[in-house]
């Protein structure tokens, strides 16, 4: 099983940039996908960002230029770089892993989530 634990969330003012990380321990080979996704009051789940094993990238059209994620396969760990935050990137951000493997031949057949960080935007 995988376990995620997301770090970084906070108060911000507009255009000023955050950083968050998840890492995720447990028992497995690998994990092919992490992402980010986040949900604001009132509104459903949206992803935000992406990125699999071999570093591509998937961003949404509302972040595109703004933020950057990245991955360290070797500590299992994917962060959000966010800058130019606007007031409608608040919402809780979550961590999201798919893919992961418990071997080189073994996939789970489950997604897994974290708990959310908040982020606020004060404008």
């Known amino acids: 099983q995988v376990q995620l634990v997301e770090s970084g969330g906070g108060l911000v003012q507009a255009g000023s940039s955050l950083r968050l990380s998840c890492a995720a321990s447990?028992?497995?080979?690998?994990?092919?996908?992490m992402g980010w996704y986040r949900q604001a009051p009132g509104k459903q789940r949206e992803l935000v960002a992406s990125?699999?094993?071999?570093?591509?990238?998937n961003y949404a059209d509302s972040v595109k230029g703004r933020f950057t994620i990245s991955r360290d396969n070797a500590k299992n760990t994917v962060y959000l770089q966010m800058s130019g935050l606007k007031p409608e990137d608040t919402a809780v951000y979550y961590c999201?892993?798919?893919?992961?493997?418990?071997?080189?031949?073994?996939?789970?057949?489950?997604?897994?989530w974290g708990k959310g960080t908040l982020v606020t935007v004060s404008s």
């Open positions: 447990g028992t497995f080979y690998d994990i092919n996908d």
């Open positions: 999201h892993a798919d893919g992961v493997r418990t071997s080189p031949y073994i996939r789970y057949d489950k997604d897994y």
């Open positions: 990125i699999i094993t071999t570093g591509v990238v």
